[in-house]
Every structure is written in C-alpha cells, then in structure tokens.
C-alpha cells in the first residue's frame, strides 16, 4: 500500500534533526539532481520575500495574471487547515496524489548518490518546484519562507523579485538588526533583473545589494504608487520595465494592504503584461486569502503575529462601526512580543481571551494573560488551546460582540477549524 500524504508529512517531519536549517547547500545538490537547475520553472517566475505582505501579495498578484489570461501556479507557506493550500494551479490547490509524486521524486533525489537530509520545508519547496515545471505554467509565484537569501525557494532564479516590507521578526533567526535582515532579504535579488520593492523605507543593505547587483529597482511611492478615492475605491499608476506609464483607476478594495496590491500591479506589469482596467478591477473584486481579515459571521480571523501586521489589522476593524464588545482571541508563540503585538491592537479591543499554543515554542494562555495584565488589559478567561477558546466563547458570545483571533497561524488554524465545525454541527 502506497504512501498516503498525511504518512509523508509525518516522515518528512521526522526525517531531519532540526525544523529550521538555514542554508542552501543541501537543497542545491537535490535540486541539481532533480533537474531543477537546468533552466526555468516557468516561462515567468516571481519571488516574494519580505516580513509582512507575502501572502496577499502572493494572492493578488496570481488573481491578476489568471484575469489578465495567464496560467498560474503559487508556492506560499505555511498552511492554514491542509497542506495542498501550499501548491496551487490556476487558483485551485493541488492534489493529494500530485504532491506524493512530488515527494516521491524528491525522496528519490535525495538518495540518488550519498544521502542528503531535508527539513519539512525544504523537501516540500523542492517537491513543488519540480511539480511547477512540470507543468511550467505562464507565471509562477513563489513565496520565501524564512529570510531570503538562505531559503530553500531561493534555489531557483526568478525574473522579477519582490521585497514587501522588513521589520523585526523570526530572530533566532534572523536577528534584530534590520539591516541584516535587509541584506537576507536582498538575497532573492539576481543580476540584472528587475525589483519591486513595496515598502517606502527599506535599509541601506537593499540599496547596495541593488547597485552591486544593478537591479532596475521599482519602488513604492517613487516608481509606482496607489491613491484612495472617495467612493471606496482606489487607483494605480505604475510603469513597465520599458517606461510605458500606466494607470488604472475605479479600482475595488481587495481587503487587503493596498501597498501590497500596488506591489502585484507594478509586478505583473514587469513580468510582460500591460495592467489593463477592467482585467484589474475583477482580480481585485474576487481576491481573497484565508486567515488576512478573514470574516466569519461576527469572528474575524487574521494571521498576523508581529506589530507592523498588527497595527494593520487595527487600521482596518478601527473604520468599522464599534460593535458593543470586541474580544480579541489571542495565542502568541513565546518567540515572538507578545506585548508589542497586545500593545498595537488595545485601541480596538476591549477584552482579551489568551490561548495556549502547543510545542517548544509554545506559550500557555495563562502566562499569556500575564503580559495582557503588564498592559493595562483586561482578560476574560484564559483557554488551553484556540479549539478550547472557542468553545468556551461561543455560548457566551451576545449577537452585537465582535471577535478577533489573531497571533499567530497555529491560534487562527485551530480556531478558524473549531468555529467551522461547530457552524457545520448546528446547520
């Protein structure tokens, strides 16, 4: 009986001494012997590193290139509820079978020749590229996982690099030092081809990677930038790597940072394709990711864990109407400031419920509500886990209170599954 993919990531979980391995030395050879080096994935790849803004990058820029009639494929990570969320062609997610072969070819790599062990992360980024070119799509969008220029996704050479913005996070890591981080970021960076940087302030290790590289950079704000209009909308004005101008105007909101959506459009146009109006404003209508201000009912979801993606997520519930009570659902991993985080989101919450996350890194929801007391908050109960939060607040939960779960993507996945499947119990 074959493997199934749920034995694979289990193996694969168990296969390396460590979770995180920085370095790309490792993956090079499995990539070499998988044929990975000998020319493109794709007939365009992009690669989007950065410390906030991947994903809905990610997803706004594939939303634009399928509208604009371009085949897909998106490699991001992590996941929220299943691991096929990772690889997707044309907006649909793989398939099991489709990602045991890719682990199969993978593994096969791996020991064709003297042994060479993987982490999770790297031996499933090797088994989605091998599968992208395959079927070497028109566009292939391809996420970094951790800092840049040592993750496994920089294996390959992209034609357009993407850098959203930096800010402190992961520093086991990568450190506090925000011009090291720039210059791990930078790493995705190749010679010669164009860089989208989303950000209107990036450290001076960006720029001397981009003048030693001589990358034709493309910045927001300088190069290309985003206006709100007065009916909710919002416009475009960019130019392509041949200095054709454009503009688009009348645009819906996405939902989603709109630097970031200025980030895709300016993308797509560096990639070959004219931003044209009405392609456009469909992407923009019907992009959505799980877990970015994700609404269900009166719960909103949003994955993010450090205050930059924070103080976002309070810009945004800060232009809704104040409900009657807003309870901030929170499970942060004990690596990360909790305090920072509880600090960025107090203007528009009202009450705390900490949650406890599982694992090494794992933080208890009472010691959690230790650092929400440090910041003058008030704490309703502390849970064991999001599942258990859930449970615990759903009865007691008045039809004019909103809920934010937020901190991390372990407190979204486990609350987010538990909601639905209590809302699926009760239909």
């Known amino acids: 009986m074959s493997a199934t993919l749920d034995d694979w990531l289990a193996r694969l979980e168990r296969q390396h ?28 790849v992009v690669t989007v ?52 072969a890719g682990f199969e070819r993978v593994e096969a790599a791996r020991l064709a020749g003297d042994p060479v062990s993987l982490t999770y992360f790297e031996a499933g980024t090797l088994a989605a590229l091998v599968t992208i070119a395959d079927v070497r799509p028109e566009l292939a969008i391809l996420e970094v996982g951790l800092g840049g220029r040592l993750d496994a996704v920089n294996v390959v050479d992209s034609d357009v690099a993407i850098i959203t913005t930096i800010a402190q996070d992961h520093a086991d890591f990568l450190g506090t030092d925000l011009e090291g981080i720039g210059f791990e970021k930078a790493g995705i960076l190749r010679q010669g081809r164009p860089a989208v940087l989303g950000s209107r302030e990036l450290p001076v ?12 950079d493309y ?97 945004r519930l800060a232009r809704r109407p104040r409900p009657a009570r807003r309870i901030g659902l929170l499970g942060v991993l004990r690596d990360k400031d909790a305090a920072a985080l509880i600090e960025a989101l107090a203007p528009v919450i009202d009450v705390w419920l900490p949650v406890g996350l599982p ?28 599942a258990a939060a859930v449970a615990w607040l759903t009865p007691r939960l008045a039809p004019d209170e909103e809920v934010l779960v937020c901190g991390s993507f372990l407190t979204v996945a486990g609350a987010l599954e538990a909601l639905q499947t209590r809302l699926n119990d009760d239909a």
């Open 49 to 100: 590193a950065g410390t906030n803004g991947k994903g809905s990058t990610v997803a706004m820029l594939e939303r634009l290139a399928r509208a604009h009639g371009l085949t897909t494929a998106s490699y991001t990570s992590p996941h929220l509820l299943r691991y096929n969320e990772r690889l997707c062609f044309d907006g649909r997610a793989a398939g099991d079978e489709l990602l045991v």
């Open 359 to 386: 694992g090494e890194r794992g933080r208890s929801g009472e010691e959690l509500a230790t650092v929400v007391a440090s910041q003058g908050g008030e704490t309703l109960a502390a849970a064991s886990s999001p």
């Open 205 to 216: 290790s960006v720029s001397r990677r981009i003048q030693a590289l001589a990358v034709a």
């Open 219 to 315: 910045w927001l704000g300088r190069d290309f930038d985003h206006a709100e209009a007065g009916d909710g909308g919002w416009s475009w004005q960019g130019r392509s790597e041949a200095g054709d101008r454009y503009r688009l105007d009348s645009l819906p909101d996405p939902g989603l940072p709109l630097d970031n959506a200025a980030v895709a459009v300016e993308a797509l146009s560096l990639c070959g394709v004219p931003p044209r109006e009405a392609e456009s404003r469909l992407a923009m209508s019907n992009v959505a990711l799980a877990g970015r201000l994700q609404w269900l009912g009166n719960w909103c979801f949003d994955v993010a864990h450090n205050p930059h993606a924070a103080r976002y997520v309070g810009s």
């Open 17 to 44: 001494p460590v979770a995180i391995d920085m370095g790309l030395e490792r993956v090079a050879v499995v990539a070499e012997r998988l044929g990975l080096t000998q020319g493109p994935i794709a007939h365009r």
